[in-house]
Every structure is written in structure tokens, then in C-alpha cells.
């Protein structure tokens, strides 16, 4: 039994997709409809850089969507591989709107441009400079939590992502954060600062939960007979009405990836393919549990193989 899955923000690299964009004239389509709906020339910005571009949030969410989309489409419509019989689609992050439209709930041309909105909202939300976001490496969470509570009046500091065992992300104020690298580093606990322009998945965001909550309430979302897992909650939904409150839910938010990739174990799920640029969800899948099978998608010839 398989799941679904679709990599967020960080996967990107110049070039991703062009072995499909040259081959398949639908993903040629795909990318020259994004254009289109957008008005800029995203598809220049993926496979010709400038590298400064792709990284500009605005245009890395709807960026990693297109290659994602564009892998699912090629293995379901032109190499025949029945996807669609996956238990679960899931995404980390705004890889949850890639799942939304991969499994039918969302249109390519409204998620694309839910992307871009979002993607300049949670940029825009915080002026430079003023939060910032830090991994902690070979704690745990139970451990974190206590250390977040017991400073609670003192600093403005969230659990953006539950990742994986040893791997959880901090978001919040980038004063308090430096502060709270101390408190960590007294107890003899590892944080990288990460290189992004803006605390995600935090109350900081709230700006952006309001333009979201604008955008989504006003777009069409279908029925679907397929499940997703949703990064709020960790738990399978297929409620369109209820999906769109938990996308709007999901800016200020933890991701609960890792209790996603447990929860869907405990109900069958003992292989996962992952569909888009890089292997993020690949490496952390494998710390979670190392005796699921895992399948990462970027070429032709990982679709070929696939064996489901």
C-alpha cells in the first residue's frame, strides 16, 4: 500500500524539470500555462536561474508546485502508472497544495496562482530582518516543547516543523531566537540557523493567514474521492470545506510531518513516493522508519522502475 507525496520550499535547483519540459510537450503546456496565469516568466526562472530568483519565496512556491504537477501528470498520463490508487496524498508545507491538485481538488491554474499569493504574503508579512528560523538536531520533541513553554513570557518562539526524529524547526522573532541558541546551546543541544527570509508556520504570519484566508474562501475547490493528510492536523481528510479552514490553518501552524509519515504507517501505508525536485521527504521518511520503501521521482527512468 502507497502513499503520495509531494517535497515544500528548499527542493529547488535550476534546471529541475527539464528532462520532462524537453520531452513531453504537456509539461511544455504546463509550464507556458503557469506563465500565462502568472504573468511572469517562471518557466525561464526554473530552468535558466538566475539562482536569486528561484530562491525569492514568491517564486520558489509555485516553482517546486509546476515540477511537482508536471511529474504526475508524465507518470499518470503519459507513462500509464495508476497513481491515483495511492491510500494517501500528502505534501510538506506548501507540497499539501501540490497533493490538493495532484488528487483533484484543486485546478492547476488556481493553485499556481494560491501559490504565488502565498508565497508573497508570508514573504511580505514580517519586515527583513526580524524573524528567522532554526533547525534543532538530535533532540526530541517532548524535550523542546518543555524548554518552548518554560519561556514562554520571554520569547516569541514556535515549532514550525515536526520533521522527523532529531530534526525540529524553530520559527519566531530573530532577537529571541538568538536568545533561546544560548538557552539550547547551556543544554547541550545542537541548532543550525537556517538561511530564509521569514519566520513560516508562526503567529508572525498572521498578515498572510488574512490574505490567505481571502484567497481560498473565494476559490472553487472539487470533490474528490481521495485522502490527504493534513500538516495541521496529522490526520486523513477529504472534506473540501474543512480543507480549505486547515490550508488557511496551515500558515501559523506546525507541520506535522513526521506524525503524517507514523499515522499513515499505523493505517497500511508501507511504501511512499515522492514526486518533485530533490529527496527532502526521502531522507526524513527514512529516520522516521527505515523499513518502509521509498521511491523518489525526478526523472523519466524513476518512473519507469517504479513498481507499485
Known amino acids: ?96 497544495y501540490s497533493a490538493l491538485s495532484s488528487a483533484g481538488y484543486l485546478n492547476f491554474s488556481d493553485t499556481i496562482k494560491l501559490l504565488r499569493i502565498r508565497g508573497t504574503a508570508m514573504q511580505n508579512a514580517v519586515p527583513e530582518g526580524e524573524g528567522g528560523m532554526i533547525a534543532i538536531l538530535g533532540s526530541n520533541l517532548e524535550i523542546i516543547e518543555r524548554i518552548l513553554e518554560d519561556y514562554k513570557n520571554n520569547l516569541n518562539v514556535q515549532i514550525a516543523n515536526d520533521n522527523s526524529e532529531g530534526q525540529i524547526v524553530l520559527s519566531g522573532k530573530k532577537n529571541d531566537l538568538i536568545k533561546l541558541i544560548k538557552t539550547l546551546k547551556l543544554k547541550k543541544i545542537k541548532s543550525v540557523q537556517l538561511p530564509v527570509s521569514a519566520p513560516f508556520h508562526c503567529t508572525l504570519m498572521n498578515k498572510a493567514t488574512t490574505i490567505m484566508k481571502e484567497q481560498i474562501e473565494k476559490t472553487k475547490f472539487e470533490d474528490s474521492n481521495k485522502k490527504l493528510i493534513s500538516n495541521v492536523t496529522a490526520n486523513e481528510i477529504s472534506n473540501k470545506e474543512e480543507l480549505k479552514k486547515l490550508l488557511i490553518d496551515q500558515i501559523e501552524n506546525r507541520v506535522r510531518w513526521r506524525e503524517s509519515i507514523i499515522n499513515m504507517i499505523n493505517k497500511g501505508v508501507n511504501h511512499f513516493i515522492e514526486l518533485g525536485p530533490g529527496k527532502v521527504l526521502s531522507g526524513l521518511i527514512k529516520r522516521i522508519n527505515n523499513n518502509v520503501k521509498i521511491d523518489t521521482i525526478n526523472s523519466e527512468s524513476d518512473i519507469k522502475n517504479l513498481n507499485i
Request: avoid cysteine.
Open 1 to 96: 500500500m502507497f502513499s503520495v507525496i509531494f517535497p515544500g520550499q528548499g527542493s529547488q535547483t535550476i534546471g529541475m524539470g527539464k528532462e520532462f519540459y524537453d520531452k513531453y510537450e504537456l509539461v511544455k503546456n504546463l509550464f507556458k500555462q503557469a506563465d500565462d496565469v502568472l504573468g511572469i516568466q517562471l518557466s525561464k526562472i526554473i530552468l535558466e536561474g538566475p539562482k536569486d530568483q528561484l530562491d525569492l519565496t514568491a517564486n520558489t512556491q509555485p516553482a517546486i508546485f509546476l515540477i511537482s504537477y508536471s511529474i504526475y501528470t508524465v507518470a499518470t498520463k503519459e507513462l500509464n502508472i495508476d497513481l491515483d490508487k495511492a491510500k494517501y496524498f500528502a505534501g510538506h508545507s506548501l507540497g499539501e
